[in-house]
């Protein structure tokens, strides 16, 4: 099958001075001189954790660019190589491999302080950043009092709440389109940082006044930031010339997407939502991608369910089986440590994401969760007010009403963890991958079926 070939892996690229990979064109043209590497964008199907990350580390073997272009520092991206553990929060994760130049788009909020933290941790740990990372000079910043904001208003919806990561997400997003945000640009102005940043921090200020919240200390707060400004401003760049000359020249380009299409601020279960447009679209206003750019897009699923913080989730399993997932998926949030709801697989639901991103192949993670369960339900469609359904409801309290409708197939009473390929699962676990196939309608090129690097494999 076609899709097979997404999933080849190029040798690797290396990369020239100053951060630019090189002598890559030669490999990405056939001898027709088409350029055959596809610029792809990597989408969540489900409420985020699908486990990008990983797959994102098996895809950038061969990428030369890679970008972020949405989320901030709520995201948290696991990549597990040997015996390391990466989580990245804002860094894209081609930075682990050594040939990628990471790009953090436009549409990516980046709070300062905790983006330098990041890039010092990960020099700690021996990786070169240096000449491989740039910030979009187009990206809002995220600060402190978005956060307090974040949290005020989380508090104030009581019961109500959507169970934020509490970075200062939504406050800063609201910032942008009410066109007072500050942008990374004036990390490389700081007189001009300063007067736009203690006049907005004085803006959040009132507010956390009039509701008798903690108030930011804004000297304390400024000291921080002009350190840190300093240190980030060789790293800002007008990235869309970046990322097009990128275009121009053949390589091949990786559009990393954060959080998971639900999430989605436009098409999510809003308003339990994140703030940005973290479904495919979101990658060509995020970074700066013109539409005709984009190649493929590869959808990632778990084999099950998870959802972090609150809003419906109708395969929700409320039980010992829940349980189990989350114990035997280390299901915790890898931002903020909170324990993942977990359920069933959502046909009903993840069809409508694969529609949506318009996926062309989909990455199946952590299938060795289900191992040795007698049988696994999927659900295949909805039943609400005695009427069946095969959509999902744009009302997030009709989604919560909803009644999921199961099959049920045979699970398989063995490891598939050191399955290397197809033809070494089991049975009944190629019959289950197949059956989601046929309902989400797209084919799947990867499985994945444990953490490490080795325990994920193409799908022809
Ligand atoms: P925010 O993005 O912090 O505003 O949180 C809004 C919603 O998105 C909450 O339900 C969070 O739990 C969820 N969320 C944000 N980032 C992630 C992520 O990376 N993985 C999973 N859920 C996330």
């Given at each position: 099958m076609a899709h097979a070939l997404l999933f080849e892996i190029g040798p690797p690229i290396s990369l020239g001075p100053g951060g630019a990979p090189e002598d890559s064109i030669d490999q990405n043209r056939n001898s027709e001189d088409q350029i055959i590497m596809p610029n792809t964008v990597l989408i969540g199907l489900q409420w985020g954790d699908e486990g990008k990350g990983k797959v994102i580390?098996?895809?950038?073997?061969?990428?030369?660019?890679?970008?972020?272009?949405?989320?901030?520092?709520?995201?948290?991206?696991?990549?597990?190589?040997?015996?390391?553990?990466?989580?990245?929060?804002?860094?894209?994760?081609?930075?682990?491999?050594?040939?990628?130049?990471?790009?953090?788009?436009?549409?990516?909020?980046?709070?300062?302080?905790?983006?330098?933290?990041?890039?010092r941790e990960l020099r700690?740990?021996?990786?070169?950043?240096?000449?491989?990372?740039?910030?979009?000079?187009?990206?809002?910043?995220?600060?402190?009092?978005?956060?307090?904001?974040d949290g005020l208003l989380e508090q104030k919806l009581a019961e109500n709440k959507i169970g934020t990561t509490k970075?200062?997400?939504?406050?800063?997003?609201?910032?942008?389109?009410?066109?007072?945000?500050?942008?990374?640009?004036?990390?490389?102005?700081?007189?001009?940082?300063?007067?736009?940043?203690?006049?907005?921090?004085?803006?959040?200020?009132?507010?956390?006044?009039?509701a008798a919240a903690p108030e930011l200390d804004v000297d304390a707060e400024w000291k921080k930031l002009a350190a840190v400004a300093h240190e980030?401003?060789?790293?800002?760049?007008?990235?869309?010339?970046?990322?097009?000359?990128?275009?121009?020249?053949?390589?091949?380009?990786?559009?990393?997407?954060?959080?998971?299409?639900?999430?989605?601020?436009?098409f999510g279960t809003y308003p339990y939502v994140t703030s940005s447009n973290t479904t495919a679209g979101g990658a060509c206003t995020g970074a700066g991608a013109p539409p005709a750019r984009i190649d493929r897009v590869v959808g990632v699923a778990k084999a099950y369910t998870t959802r972090v913080g609150r809003g419906p989730f109708p395969t929700e399993l409320r039980n010992d089986l829940g349980e189990r997932l989350r114990r035997e998926g280390r299901e915790f949030g890898a931002t903020t440590g909170r324990p993942r709801r977990c359920g069933w697989f959502d046909a009903?639901?993840?069809?409508?994401?694969?529609?949506?991103?318009?996926?062309?192949?989909?990455?199946?993670?952590?299938?060795?969760?289900?191992?040795?369960?007698?049988?696994?339900?999927?659900?295949?469609?909805?039943?609400?007010?005695?009427?069946?359904?095969?959509?999902v409801p744009t009302e997030a309290d009709d989604l919560e009403r909803v009644v999921p409708q199961y099959e049920e197939v045979p699970g398989w009473k063995q490891s598939t963890a050191q399955a290397a390929d197809w033809d070494e699962l089991p049975a009944e676990a190629q019959a289950y991958l197949r059956r989601l196939e046929e309902l989400v309608r797209a084919p799947i090129g990867l499985v994945s079926v444990g953490p490490r690097r080795s325990q994920t494999f193409a799908v022809s």
């Open positions: 580390d098996v895809l950038t073997e061969s990428a030369e660019v890679v970008v972020r272009f949405q989320g901030g520092n709520n995201a948290g991206h696991t990549v597990e190589v040997g015996e390391e553990r990466f989580v990245l929060h804002l860094v894209p994760s081609g930075i682990i491999r050594e040939q990628a130049l990471c790009i953090i788009g436009n549409g990516v909020v980046v709070n300062p302080l905790a983006l330098f933290d990041e890039i700690r740990r021996g990786l070169n950043v240096d000449g491989r990372l740039q910030i979009s000079s187009r990206c809002q910043l995220v600060f402190q009092y978005h956060c307090l904001l970075r200062g997400i939504g406050p800063a997003y609201a910032d942008k389109v009410n066109r007072v945000g500050i942008r990374a640009a004036d990390l490389c102005r700081l007189d001009r940082l300063e007067v736009r940043f203690r006049r907005q921090a004085s803006f959040y200020n009132r507010i956390l006044r009039d980030l401003a060789p790293l800002v760049q007008d990235t869309v010339l970046t990322l097009n000359r990128a275009f121009e020249e053949g390589r091949e380009v990786l559009f990393e997407g954060a959080q998971g299409t639900w999430l989605d601020v436009d009903v639901a993840t069809r409508y994401a694969v529609m949506l991103n318009g996926a062309d192949t989909l990455a199946v993670t952590k299938l060795d969760v289900l191992d040795g369960l007698d049988v696994i339900k999927i659900c295949t469609a909805y039943e609400i007010g005695g009427e069946l359904i095969d959509r």
